[in-house]
Structure formats: structure tokens, C-alpha cells
């Protein structure tokens, strides 16, 4: 009879039990790590809304619901509106978006279906570079190099191609003289320094979100999907087509983190915008955001009926971000109920 026959004792499990309670503290380190996260993201946020509308409360008692009707914004004689600066934010963000989410789905449709993999590597790469630029390199860049372009050439262009094109009357003023789309768009004539250069400057800042974003989306897409609608007889743009609808959902999420992104923004904005109170259908007004409006004026708020009003202002910015994350989202249930 061998040796190892001789051994038939149960063997000792001590290592085993102790990998076991290794494991069971490890769960319940990840679980408190995760619990934790949790619960501090929602102290922060339950404590900026309360720090926001603690500030603001004086504007809120005293200035009312006429905060959103009334784009005066006079500290001098205690009038404070913010409907000029929720036009421009709402006006500036649907320029980035109109030219942005095109070029980004672009962008990415061209790095996962298009460019070789020798190409398409340094690419992504710039794209990811863009993302990394502080806010304040795109402002300089945006005053120094694109206003000035904009007003020579670009703006001017425009102003030549649109004022004489009458196509729907949009209102009457007093002296009957009527307003007419499109060319009440560029009404004013060039400056540079207006809604549309805040528009483009945005534009260039959330493309790289969106392309990133886009591009991994779409390198989930099905292999076995594409080669059944080749096999099928799909052309190249059908197959393409087909990812971009199966891949929508997270599309559409790289759009809204994209849109979140120009309706924070600040210091690029402000840097190419012109920095004026007032509404106007013209992309060459100069105008103002909510963002921009605190970063100008909220250390010169020397009296409490103007700080509590940059108080109102930064918890209208926060509300509508929540409120735009939330329709977000509902689009998001129904178009994933849809599929």
C-alpha cells in the first residue's frame, strides 16, 4: 500500500474558510464604498440646492414670479429680470446643437465605419485632445481669432446672403415697419461678438463630447446585425443607417450631456458674446447667459437684494439642468418602451 492511501482523514479547510471570509468582507467593503457614493452624491446636491435657495430667498419673496417676465436687469434701482439671460443660454445652446450633434455623429459615423484603423486612431485622439482644452484657451481663441473672422468674413457673408430675403412677416413695429424672417436673423450687420459666435464656440466645445461618446456607442454595434443586412443585400449607407437606429439610445444620451455642457458653460461664452441685456431675434446681437451673468457680476453684488438675486439667478441654472436631465430621461423610457 502507497503513502498517499494511508492519509484518508478528512483534509483541513482552513485556507478555504478563510478565502471565504476574505471574500464576505470584501463584499461588504465594495457594498458601504458603493452606499457611500451614493449617499454623498445626494448630501452634495440636497446641500447646493439648500445653500442656492437659502441665498436666494429674499429674491424669491420679494422679486416673485416677475423674475421671469421681465428682462430689466438694473442694480441701481433694485430691478432684477432674468429672461434675457434664460434667451440667451436657450438661444446659444440651439446653435450649438444645430451645428454641433451633425458633426459629431458625423465624426464618429467616419472613426468606426469609414476611416482605416491607421487614421482612424489619431483621430480619436485629437477628438479627445479638444475635450481637454480649459474653457478659457477656447475663449481667448474664440476673441482673438474667430470674432474677428466672423465679422470680416463669415458674419458678413451671411448678412449679404439674408437681409434682402423677406419670407414671413414675424412682427409690426409702431413706425410700420414690418419684421421679416430670415432677414430680421441678421439684423444690425456684423459684429463678431453676438449670439452666433457664442453659438460656435459651444458648437466646437461639445463636439468632442458627443463624438467620443458616439463612437463607443457605435463600436457596440452588432457584428452579426450588419452581416445579415449585407447578406441581405444592404448597401453600405442601409448598414450604417441601421447602427445609427439601433445605437439611438446612447446617441441621443451623448446629445444631452453634450446640451448639459453648453448650458453650464461660462468663460468662453462670455469671452465672444458681447455681454448685453436684452432679446433679440438677430444672431448678430450681442447678448448674455445665466452662467455668464454670475461669473461678470457676482463679486459686485454690494447690497442684499443684488446678491440674493445672483443667488436666484445660479438656482434657476440648477433647476432647468434638473428639469432637462429629467425630460431627458423620460425620452429615454419611451424611446427604450418603443424598441
Same mark, same amino acid.
Given at each position: 500500500?502507497?503513502?498517499?492511501?494511508?492519509?484518508?482523514?478528512?483534509?483541513?479547510?482552513?485556507?478555504?474558510?478563510?478565502?471565504?471570509?476574505?471574500?464576505?468582507?470584501?463584499?461588504?467593503?465594495?457594498?458601504?464604498?458603493?452606499?457611500?457614493?451614493?449617499?454623498?452624491?445626494i448630501v452634495?446636491?440636497?446641500?447646493?440646492?439648500?445653500?442656492?435657495?437659502?441665498?436666494?430667498?429674499?429674491?424669491?419673496?420679494?422679486?416673485?414670479?416677475?423674475?421671469?417676465?421681465?428682462?430689466?436687469?438694473?442694480?441701481?434701482?433694485? =430691478?432684477?429680470?432674468?429672461?434675457?439671460?434664460?434667451?440667451?443660454?436657450?438661444?446659444?445652446?440651439?446653435i450649438?446643437?444645430?451645428?454641433?450633434?451633425?458633426?459629431?455623429?458625423?465624426?464618429?459615423?467616419?472613426?468606426?465605419?469609414?476611416? @482605416?484603423?491607421?487614421? #482612424?486612431?489619431?483621430?480619436?485622439?485629437?477628438?479627445?485632445?479638444?475635450?481637454?482644452? @480649459?474653457?478659457?484657451?477656447?475663449?481667448?481663441?474664440?476673441?482673438f481669432?474667430?470674432?474677428?473672422?466672423?465679422?470680416?468674413?463669415?458674419?458678413?457673408?451671411?448678412?449679404?446672403?439674408?437681409?434682402?430675403? =423677406?419670407?414671413?412677416?414675424?412682427?409690426?413695429?409702431?413706425?410700420?415697419?414690418? !419684421?421679416?424672417?430670415?432677414?430680421?436673423?441678421?439684423?444690425?450687420?456684423?459684429?463678431?461678438?453676438d449670439?452666433?459666435?457664442?453659438?460656435?464656440?459651444?458648437? /466646437?466645445?461639445?463636439? @468632442?463630447?458627443?463624438? !467620443?461618446?458616439?463612437?463607443?456607442?457605435?463600436?457596440?454595434? @452588432?457584428?452579426?446585425?450588419?452581416?445579415?443586412?449585407?447578406?441581405?443585400?444592404?448597401?453600405?449607407?442601409?448598414?450604417?443607417?441601421?447602427?445609427?437606429?439601433?445605437?439611438?439610445?446612447?446617441?441621443?444620451?451623448?446629445?444631452?450631456?453634450?446640451?448639459?455642457?453648453?448650458?453650464?458653460?461660462?468663460?468662453?461664452?462670455?469671452?465672444?458674446?458681447?455681454?448685453?441685456?436684452?432679446?433679440? !431675434?438677430?444672431?448678430? #446681437?450681442?447678448?448674455?447667459?445665466?452662467?455668464?451673468?454670475?461669473?461678470?457680476?457676482?463679486?459686485?453684488?454690494d447690497h442684499? /437684494?443684488?446678491?440674493?438675486?445672483?443667488?436666484?439667478?445660479?438656482?434657476?441654472?440648477?433647476v432647468?439642468?434638473?428639469?432637462?436631465?429629467?425630460? !431627458?430621461?423620460?425620452?429615454?423610457?419611451?424611446?427604450?418602451?418603443?424598441?
Open positions: 500500500m502507497s503513502i498517499r492511501h494511508l492519509h484518508t482523514g478528512p483534509r483541513s479547510d482552513s485556507g478555504g474558510g478563510a478565502r471565504r471570509v476574505y471574500r464576505r468582507y470584501l463584499d461588504r467593503a465594495v457594498y458601504g464604498v458603493s452606499l457611500a457614493g451614493v449617499l454623498t452624491t452634495i446636491l440636497t446641500s447646493i440646492f439648500a445653500v442656492l435657495t437659502h441665498g436666494a430667498w429674499m429674491a424669491l419673496t420679494t422679486i416673485n414670479w416677475h423674475f421671469f417676465t421681465t428682462q430689466a436687469w438694473n442694480p441701481v434701482t433694485n =430691478k432684477f429680470g432674468v429672461l434675457a439671460f434664460m434667451y440667451g443660454t436657450g438661444l446659444t445652446t440651439l450649438a446643437l444645430i451645428f454641433g450633434v451633425p458633426l459629431s455623429i458625423g465624426s464618429a459615423v467616419f472613426i468606426t465605419r469609414i476611416a @482605416p484603423p491607421f487614421l #482612424a486612431g489619431p483621430v480619436s485622439f485629437l477628438i479627445e485632445v479638444l475635450a481637454a482644452i @480649459p474653457s478659457v484657451a477656447y475663449g481667448l481663441w474664440g476673441a481669432v474667430m470674432s474677428p473672422w466672423l465679422q470680416n468674413y463669415g458674419e458678413n457673408w451671411l448678412y449679404h446672403a439674408l437681409r434682402h430675403i =423677406k419670407l414671413i412677416c414675424v412682427g409690426e413695429y409702431p413706425n410700420h415697419h414690418r !419684421a421679416w424672417f430670415p432677414a430680421n436673423l441678421v439684423h444690425g450687420g456684423p459684429s463678431g461678438s449670439f452666433l459666435a457664442g453659438g460656435l464656440i459651444l458648437t /466646437i466645445m461639445i463636439l @468632442p463630447i458627443i463624438t !467620443a461618446i458616439t463612437r463607443d456607442v457605435l463600436q457596440q454595434f @452588432p457584428a452579426e446585425l450588419e452581416q445579415g443586412a449585407r447578406g441581405l443585400g444592404a448597401t453600405w449607407w442601409q448598414t450604417t443607417r441601421l447602427a445609427l437606429h439601433y445605437c439611438r439610445v446612447g446617441i441621443f444620451g451623448a446629445v444631452v450631456l453634450g446640451m448639459a455642457r453648453a448650458i453650464g458653460e461660462t468663460m468662453a461664452v462670455i469671452m465672444v458674446i458681447g455681454n448685453t441685456d436684452q432679446i433679440r !431675434a438677430s444672431l448678430f #446681437a450681442g447678448g448674455q447667459t445665466m452662467s455668464g451673468v454670475l461669473a461678470n457680476e457676482f463679486l459686485e453684488a442684499p /437684494i443684488y446678491l440674493s438675486a445672483m443667488f436666484y439667478v445660479a438656482l434657476v441654472l440648477m432647468s439642468t434638473l428639469v432637462t436631465n429629467l425630460l !431627458a430621461r423620460g425620452l429615454l423610457s419611451g424611446i427604450n418602451r418603443g424598441r
